[in-house]
């Protein structure tokens, strides 16, 4: 009888430690996961192609090719991503309309923090869909003597987007030997893959000048940076997207060369500020961990 409630004690006991084990596991692998996850340094350079136009000084379209760098630090892996990061872009833009040449100086700085998470039901073995969110702030500082009083322009315009990205796996797993006409040639093996990202405004707020802005503060001795200036919530609209070729190289680190695409508008009924970029850049990515 003793016999009996030592083993019904023990047949009710083993799934309880079971449980605990399999709990302990998973967390285990959950940190080990989280430590082993790739970590990059990311630094990039490019040029861009832009144009803009602020309703609230001049309704002519400036145009130019500013340059274009950016710093980040992410970690990533097949199941999420994070990005942490500030690009700055600077460069002239001109405008030549009816005999009329004018020159607007312009710096932009961007701050921004993306999550991505993979779902399963959207990838398969050498496609993967991840969706999460992008917060993007962006200030801009434009110097145009053309318009005297009005020649300085600055807006900072903030934006959390809805964000979905597409990886596509087009590694090389073997080697491979090719001959065209006389030439024999070999390709090795070589990790890569091609990715697809757009991120779509949810909430754009814009803090920007009015219409014909001119301030009396510094007439007053007693200047004000945003005088006069107005912010907006919930109001214009902002779209991107970026398309990034990635190659593996020998050391573990990697290069990407990318393409993006930015548009966006403030609200307001007659001083908005349209901006529109095309980008090419090429990133190193210095593997730390």
């Known amino acids: 009888m003793i016999n009996m409630k030592y083993i019904l004690l023990l047949f009710f006991t083993l799934p309880i430690i079971g449980i605990g084990q399999k709990d302990t596991l998973v967390n285990t692998s959950r940190k080990n996961l989280r430590k082993n996850m790739p970590s990059y340094i990311n630094i990039s350079a490019g040029k861009s192609r832009s144009s803009f136009r602020d309703f609230g000084t001049s309704p002519l379209t400036y145009k130019g090719t500013p340059n274009f760098i950016a710093i980040s630090r992410s970690r990533q892996n097949e199941q999420k991503e994070f990005e942490i990061g500030s690009f700055y872009s600077f460069g002239d833009f001109k405008v030549d309309y009816n005999e009329h040449k004018s020159t607007s100086k312009l710096q932009s700085?961007?701050?921004?923090?993306?999550?991505?998470?993979?779902?399963?039901?959207?990838?398969?073995?050498?496609?993967?869909?991840?969706?999460?969110?992008?917060?993007?702030?962006?200030?801009?500082?434009?110097?145009?003597?053309?318009?005297?009083?009005?020649?300085?322009?600055?807006?900072?315009?903030?934006?959390?987007?809805?964000?979905?990205?597409?990886?596509?796996?087009?590694?090389?797993?073997?080697?491979?030997?090719?001959?065209?006409?006389?030439?024999?040639?070999?390709?090795?093996?070589?990790?890569?893959?091609?990715?697809?990202?757009?991120?779509?405004?949810?909430?754009?707020?814009?803090?920007?000048?009015?219409?014909?802005?001119?301030?009396?503060?510094?007439?007053?001795?007693?200047?004000?940076?945003?005088?006069?200036?107005?912010?907006?919530?919930?109001?214009?609209?902002?779209?991107?997207?970026?398309?990034?070729?990635?190659?593996?190289?020998?050391?573990?680190?990697?290069l990407q060369l990318s393409y993006l695409w930015e548009a966006y508008k403030t609200g307001g009924k007659f001083d908005q500020l349209e901006m529109a970029s095309h980008t090419i850049k090429a990133t190193l990515m210095f593997n730390y961990k």
Do not use: M
């Open 109 to 254: 700085l961007s701050i921004y923090y993306s999550q991505l998470y993979r779902v399963k039901k959207l990838s398969t073995e050498k496609l993967t869909t991840k969706v999460g969110g992008l917060f993007n702030t962006t200030g801009n500082l434009r110097n145009n003597a053309s318009l005297q009083n009005n020649a300085l322009g600055r807006e900072i315009i903030a934006t959390l987007f809805g964000s979905a990205k597409v990886s596509w796996d087009i590694s090389r797993n073997q080697a491979k030997s090719k001959k065209i006409l006389f030439f024999n040639y070999h390709l090795k093996p070589k990790t890569r893959h091609l990715d697809y990202r757009l991120n779509i405004g949810l909430i754009n707020s814009a803090l920007r000048n009015g219409y014909a802005y001119i301030g009396q503060s510094s007439v007053l001795n007693d200047p004000k940076v945003f005088e006069g200036y107005k912010y907006n919530l919930f109001s214009g609209f902002r779209l991107s997207s970026a398309v990034d070729y990635t190659v593996l190289l020998k050391n573990n680190n990697s």
